[in-house]
Structures are given as C-alpha cells and as structure tokens.
C-alpha cells in the first residue's frame, strides 16, 4: 500500500494555465507538507499544514495555494503557472510525536513550456 | 548561512567497499534531528535513517550507519558492503526542534553517489 501517493507524476502545461496536484496518505499523521526541487536537485520547503491548518508558508508566491479538506489529503494549486514554476513537487508527511521521519510521495514532475 | 552542508557533490565507490558521506549542519536548538534520504534515478526520496540530538549512541540501520559527532556538529552517512543499487543522490536534512507542525526538513545540496562493479 502506498504511504504517500501523488497525483499526477508527470505534468506538462503552458505558461498561464492553472493546475492542481493532489497528494493522500494514509499514515494517519496530522502534518503534511509540499516540498519544491529544482532543477539543480536542491529541495525546499513550500507549506507545511497540521490539522488542515497552514503552520508554514516559506515566501511562497500566491498563485500557489495549497487546500487540505481533510488531514490525510493536502492538494496543491498552482494559478497562471511561470516557467520558473518547472520542478518537481513532492508532498511529504509526518507524526509531530514521532519526530523521526518524514514520508515523501514519488513527486510531480512539473514541466512549464 | 547554510544550515546544511554536504561538501562532496559526487563520490565513486567500488562495488563491497564501504563509502562516508559528509555531512555538517548548523544550529542553536539543542532539539533536532538529522536524516539522510536517498533519491534514486527514478525520483523517490527514501527515507534511510535518523538521528536525534538526544540520542547517546549512533544511529544504524542495516547497512546504514550514522556517525554522529555533535561537538563537531557533523553526521556522517557510512554505507558499508556497497551495492550498484546504492548508486543515487543522497541527502542529508535536519529537524530543528520538536513542535508539531513546525518540523520542516532543511535539506543539503546532495551528493552523488556511483557504486562501480
């Protein structure tokens, strides 16, 4: 059974157009999270949610807004996307008591054309 | 300042020798946690293994070892007996401070990883 699961793995779309990610897991932890790694392979933190409630948002543009309905399920849209938008996302998740790891989707791969 | 440094953008190893990657970090918070991950060619961040701040002896998980030098402030990643299927990148992240929802994972730069027959 897969923890951590995202949806699309791979993504192409024109600059301008909105999209979403999704992301689920069934771990049953209450925080979840969006990673961002560039093109250089280097990985930061975007938003981090901890029952449904945005905890953290790292000087992220708004056209980017993450939605969670539900604490297994953190989504993420993406408005009027820019080709710097071209990365990959990884949703990530973790119990806050457990501190020891995080549990990281496959990743979007975003491409902006 | 860099919260996380990996000085080693790539490393060969020969296939059954074991390999160190670096690892250095930089914090004021006696409470944290350091990780490695491991991201093969197919994208996938692994988990590998974790260290807390409060924790006496290194950490190990099968063939992974962390060694762990908090005077220095360094966690170093030993990979013993490596195999071609170790060939990846290799993160090292840390955790500073245990409150919930705030425990993002600061990552380093990666190193490469190739395991020669």
């Known amino acids: 059974d897969t923890a951590v699961s995202q949806t699309p793995k791979y993504l192409v779309t024109q600059m301008g157009n909105d999209k979403s990610i999704k992301c689920e897991q069934n771990l049953g932890h209450d925080t979840m999270y969006w990673y961002k790694q560039d093109s250089k392979k280097f990985l930061k933190i975007m938003f981090s949610y901890n029952n449904k409630e945005l905890i953290i948002n790292e000087t992220v543009p708004n056209r980017f807004s993450p939605k969670s309905p539900d604490k297994a399920h953190l989504n993420l849209h993406i408005n009027s996307l820019e080709l710097g938008d071209s990365a990959v996302y990884f949703c990530a998740s973790s119990h806050p008591e457990s501190h020891t790891e995080a549990f990281f989707g496959q990743g979007t791969r975003l491409t902006v054309v | 300042a860099q919260k996380i440094t990996q000085t080693q953008p790539g490393m060969f190893v020969q296939e059954k020798e074991a390999v160190t990657l670096d690892c250095t970090y930089d914090t004021s918070d006696p409470s944290y946690g350091l990780f490695w991950y491991k991201q093969p060619s197919s994208g996938e961040m692994i988990f590998l293994i974790y260290q807390g701040s409060y924790d006496q002896q290194n950490a190990t998980e099968g063939r992974y070892s962390l060694n762990f030098q908090k005077a220095r402030k360094s966690a170093n990643l030993v990979i013993s007996a490596s195999q071609l299927g170790d060939s990846a990148m290799y993160f090292c992240?840390?955790?500073?401070?245990?409150?919930?929802?705030?425990?993002?994972?600061?990552f380093g730069a990666g190193t490469r990883l190739a395991v020669h027959p």
């Open positions: 992240a840390m955790r500073e401070g245990f409150s919930g929802g705030y425990n993002k994972l600061i």
